[in-house]
């Protein structure tokens, strides 16, 4: 009887991205379940981590602008007032149109 050997375990292998690889690697996952068990044992008995200060209020930015269009923002134009004198220079009123005459030059009625 012919008996076969045993083939081992194939290697799973993954592709990540971390700040110690930015490019990225491939990882065995294997060792990145026992990694991160042994990182969740050394953060039960870390020292707490501190609170965050308060957020302080910026004039403006692309992330305070995200936040108002994510969430809705009042906005207020003030408005510019152009001179009536002005204004009609640019958009003055059209001349009314020419009135239509009943008879055309060179026509027999």
Same mark, same amino acid.
């Given at each position: 009887?012919?008996?076969?050997?045993?083939?081992?375990?194939?290697?799973?292998?993954?592709?990540?991205?971390?700040?110690?690889?930015?490019?990225?690697?491939?990882?065995?996952?294997?060792?990145?379940?026992?990694?991160?068990?042994?990182?969740?044992?050394?953060? !039960?008995?870390?020292? &707490?981590? *501190?609170?965050?200060?308060? $957020?302080?209020?910026?004039?403006? +930015?692309?992330?305070?602008?995200?936040?108002?269009?994510?969430?809705?923002?009042?906005?207020?134009?003030?408005?510019?007032?152009?001179?009536?004198?002005?204004?009609? !220079?640019?958009?003055? &009123?059209? *001349?009314?149109?020419?009135? $239509?005459?009943?008879?055309?030059? +060179?026509?027999?009625?």
């Amino acid at each position: 009887m012919v008996q076969r050997k045993p083939t081992p375990a194939a290697k799973r292998l993954i592709w990540r991205i971390t700040e110690a690889a930015p490019l990225g690697e491939y990882v065995d996952a294997a060792e990145v379940a026992a990694s991160a068990a042994a990182a969740a044992a050394a953060r !039960s008995v870390a020292a &707490p981590v *501190p609170t965050l200060p308060e $957020a302080t209020v910026s004039s403006g +930015g692309w992330v305070v602008s995200s936040f108002e269009l994510l969430h809705g923002a009042d906005v207020t134009e003030g408005y510019d007032t152009v001179p009536g004198e002005l204004f009609d !220079s640019f958009f003055s &009123p059209s *001349p009314p149109p020419a009135p $239509a005459a009943d008879k055309k030059p +060179g026509t027999k009625e």
